[in-house]
């Protein structure tokens, strides 16, 4: 049974950094594509980060304040975020998926797998 558990999401100030993890198990950890997906509410589900085997790719909004790693031998992904503003405040989700093509890790539908989300607020 495929699971991913988000955790590290809170409140942050303006400015300011969150850590959050994905612990992923029930699958081969190292054949994945992983991501992490936002959604601020009335919005739609945005892509943030996506890191393959050899490769990472940013949105354009986080690159340079947010960085994404991961760890085959835990089966965990990170998602650093530093320089917070009230435009991050969403729900985030960890995601995995069987993508080969780099072209389709920005679509959330090319993932087959989602946790439940961590929420984060971003406010003085």
């Known amino acids: 049974q495929v699971q991913l558990v988000e955790s590290g999401g809170g409140l942050a100030q303006p400015g300011g950094s969150l850590r959050l993890s994905c612990a992923a198990s029930?699958?081969?950890?190292?054949?994945?594509?992983m991501a992490w997906f936002r959604q601020a509410p009335g919005k739609d589900r945005e892509f943030v980060v996506a890191?393959?085997?050899?490769?990472?790719q940013y949105a354009e909004g986080v690159r340079g304040r947010f960085i994404a790693s991961r760890v085959n031998a835990n089966n965990t992904i990170f998602l650093q975020m530093n320089s917070l503003n009230p435009e991050d405040t969403a729900n985030y989700y960890c995601?995995?998926?069987?993508?080969?093509?780099?072209?389709?890790?920005?679509?959330?539908?090319?993932?087959?797998?989602w946790g439940q989300g961590t929420q984060v607020a971003v406010s003085s």
């Open positions: 995601a995995a998926s069987f993508a080969v093509f780099e072209t389709t890790w920005t679509d959330a539908r090319s993932f087959q797998h």
């Open positions: 029930g699958f081969t950890f190292t054949e994945r594509v």
């Open positions: 890191m393959g085997r050899y490769s990472t």
